[in-house]
């Protein structure tokens, strides 16, 4: 019996390769159905009756088809049907691990839900963050390294074990972490299934289009300025004109400081853009702190007495005492108040830096007018008084300006005529002289000589009959002698006052 057009459709259809077929999706985390695979894999094939394409008139009275061909298309449909049953397989090896790579079940909730905030917000309170219920998370006792060694040798699992910082507990790593960790280590892929050599596919159509699709001309738009970067320009061009954008700066020279200088010191010591200002030293303990002082830094009770009527600025804040030994001296009694005096001064009392103003001590010297400018004066030595023996350590001219005193530590005084330098009077006195001076009156030519305990007037006999009377009068002393003396003679040895 002749085959219809239906039947020549299905012959047509039966003999479509499964290749052909769409393929299921496989790469999604959706759930695939195998049965529905199964079922679009032999959808075409004429096993199941009613899916078939054939005709009842294909179809003879004992069941059997009317084509020559039976045989050959039932084997066609075993070989697609071993075919199919491969493609299912390697359909479920690849379900398995796509599965195992992408399912998302194996990852747990983080129990702290505070974000991706620094931990270091927590770090002086006593919970960690918070749940998803909203309750706070309290902080766990942390083992000391003991306990964890002790942990380690009780339990051969511990070393897997690792502490999540982020929710506060210690989590056990699977075997399948460890294998990923130790396959990471050593340079491999993360996952076994995935194949690094895999053979390179060339994506690349060799076939010619007739028509660039790279090689495009560039259009001209990209070889004209745009509005905005016409704008930029002239603003860049506008300040290097003004002088806001400057090309040569100046190099910064480097930077040296004192290695092992003092911090105190250092200008470079700032904080927060303010310049650091050290702290003043406290004071440090003199002699009078000594616990065996001295005999004249011990004050007497009259002197103690005398403190009390003092200002409290102006009181001395300690006054020494004597012991016999260091291990003898008891505890100071102001030493906590004074320490806390020290702590609110440092902490209350604001620091402020004077600014001073550094003058060279050189510029504040008078400048002296050139010795050129000052001539003519004596340049050469025009008279010398020789007669002395001895350093002279004091002179002193009459106030006439004729004569001159001089005294020298050989004991001698001598008088000298200003204008010839002669010596007219010498006088020994026994002593270094210290010091002579004219009276001041020209009525009374006399001389004062300050030698050793000693204050001695000298009557010059320089003036006149009359003025000499006047000077042994004030003198009180009747006898025609060259000299007369008065002597005034101090009391040291029990301090009251002079004698004359």
């Not at 005294?407 to 010091?435: F, K, M, P, Q, Y």
């Not at 006999?461 to 003396?485: C, F, P, Q, Y």
Request: glycine share 6%.
């Amino acid at each position: 019996m002749p085959k219809s057009d239906s039947s020549r459709k299905s012959v047509k259809k039966e003999k479509e390769p499964l290749e052909n077929q769409p393929e299921p999706d496989l790469s999604s985390d959706s759930d695939v159905d195998e049965d529905s695979i199964w079922s679009d894999a032999v959808g075409s094939s004429d096993i199941d009756g009613d899916s078939s394409g054939t005709s009842e008139n294909d179809v003879g009275g004992n069941g059997e088809m009317d084509s020559p061909d039976d045989g050959r298309n039932f084997s066609e449909d075993e070989g697609s049907l071993e075919h199919t049953r491969e493609d299912r397989k390697d359909g479920n090896d690849t379900l398995q691990s796509v599965e195992e790579s992408d399912s998302s079940e194996d990852e747990v909730a983080p129990r702290n839900t505070i974000g991706e905030v620094p931990l270091e917000w927590y770090k002086e309170e006593e919970h960690i963050g918070y749940d998803i219920s909203g309750k706070k998370i309290k902080k766990h006792a942390r083992k000391d390294k003991i306990d964890s060694f002790l942990a380690g040798v009780d339990d051969s699992k511990n070393c897997r074990k690792i502490y999540d910082e982020y929710n506060d507990e210690e989590v056990e790593l699977t075997k399948k972490e460890t294998k990923l960790i130790r396959r990471l280590l050593k340079g491999k892929t993360p996952h076994a299934e995935v194949d690094p050599h895999t053979p390179y596919v060339d994506w690349f159509e060799w076939e010619d289009k007739g028509h660039p699709l790279s090689n495009a001309p560039e259009p001209k738009r990209r070889f004209v300025l745009s509005k905005w970067e016409q704008k930029t320009v002239a603003r860049l061009v506008r300040a290097i004109r003004k002088g806001w954008i400057k090309f040569d700066k100046p190099k910064e020279e480097p930077q040296f400081y004192l290695l092992w200088g003092d911090d105190s010191n250092a200008a470079e010591n700032k904080r927060q853009g303010l310049s650091y200002i050290p702290a003043p030293k406290p004071k440090l303990p003199g002699h009078e702190e000594s616990y065996n002082p001295s005999v004249e830094y011990i004050p007497t009770q009259e002197e103690i007495n005398s403190y009390q009527l003092m200002y409290e600025e102006d009181r001395p804040k300690f006054i020494p005492r004597r012991f016999e030994s260091l291990r003898s001296v008891p505890a100071y009694e102001k030493a906590v108040k004074e320490e806390f005096d020290r702590c609110l001064d440092l902490y209350l009392c604001p620091r402020a830096r004077k600014k001073r103003i550094n003058i060279d001590p050189e510029s504040l010297k008078p400048k002296l007018p050139s010795k050129k400018d000052l001539k003519p004066y004596p340049s050469t030595c025009y008279l010398e008084y020789r007669g002395h023996s001895g350093p002279v350590k004091s002179i002193s001219v009459e106030i006439s300006g004729q004569w001159m005193a001089s005294g020298s530590t050989d004991g001698t005084v001598r008088v000298w005529e200003v204008e010839t330098g002669r010596c007219l009077r010498v006088w020994n006195v026994g002593e270094a002289v210290e010091h002579v001076a004219w009276n001041p009156l020209p009525e009374l030519p006399m001389l004062a000589v300050s030698a050793g305990y000693d204050v001695i007037l000298l009557n010059t006999g320089l003036g006149d009959a009359e003025d000499n009377m006047r000077i042994k009068e004030l003198l009180r002393v009747r006898d025609s002698a060259e000299h007369w003396t008065w002597r005034c003679r101090r009391q040291y040895e029990d301090k009251r006052a002079p004698t004359c």
